[in-house]
């Protein structure tokens, strides 16, 4: 596959890329469509992995290797048990992400190159370890800014408690496995802050919007 990089829009305007850093629940996905906005397009490679992880290649791999202890009822990969499982067993998360991570790489970057020469003003990565793999994936070069999400641990927290059904300390748990939060927040261009009010969150995009196609 040809490496992807902005086209020129047909407007004579390149497509900004804009990275979204951020905590495990933070509300990067919130900001993410926010910035893209109506006109843009979000790359979110958590969705893509869903699609990965469900296919029967993978699913194979992961039921040889782990069992149906991983399986949901209607015999589908059960995401949450299977992230449990493998973010304590260091060996188990790498084997898992060997499988995973190129195919989603590699659809990552055929959706960039196919948004970037239909002339997408503006395509958001919403790609969680987007500074942690940037070698591999090479999106990050790609990147013409990056914006930071900011949200409270404990409130980061109750929202994965909450929305994804995982034990309390999971978010604090996985996040030990990652880059520092401190240093991507160093890393990024913009910062946004996300205390659970989406109005004050909207307004805080918007103005970045305005910055970042403007700068």
């Known amino acids: 596959m040809s490496e992807a990089t902005p086209s020129e829009a047909p407007t004579g305007q390149p497509t900004v890329i804009i990275g979204v850093l951020g905590g495990i629940a933070s509300g990067k996905s919130t900001v993410g469509r926010l910035l893209a906005g109506p006109e843009g397009a979000v790359l979110d490679a958590d969705e893509v992995a869903h699609g990965v992880l469900q296919s029967e ?6 039921l040889a290797r782990h069992g149906t202890q991983v399986l949901d009822a209607q015999g589908a990969v059960d995401r949450a048990a ?6 304590a067993d260091r060996d188990a998360r790498i084997e898992l992400e060997g499988w995973i991570h190129p195919r989603v790489r590699a659809t990552l970057r055929s959706s960039l190159e196919d948004a970037a020469a239909r002339g997408v003003p503006i395509v958001v990565l919403d790609v969680p370890l987007l500074l942690e793999h940037a070698e591999e994936h090479g999106l990050l ?3 013409d800014h990056l914006v930071f999400v900011d949200a409270p641990a404990d409130a980061r927290d109750q929202r994965a408690v909450r929305d994804r059904g995982w034990k309390p300390g999971e978010v604090a748990r996985r996040e030990a496995a990652q880059m520092p939060l401190s240093t991507k927040r160093a890393r990024a261009h913009v910062v946004i802050s996300n205390d659970g009010d989406l109005d004050s969150v ?3 995009v918007e103005l970045a919007r ?3 196609r403007g700068a």
Request: glycine share 4%; net charge negative; proline share 0%.
């Open 141 to 143: 070069e790609l990147c």
């Open 82 to 87: 299977l992230g449990e499982l493998v973010f």
């Open 210 to 212: 305005r910055h970042l």
């Open 57 to 62: 290649e993978i699913r194979d791999l992961v």
């Open 202 to 204: 909207t307004s805080q």
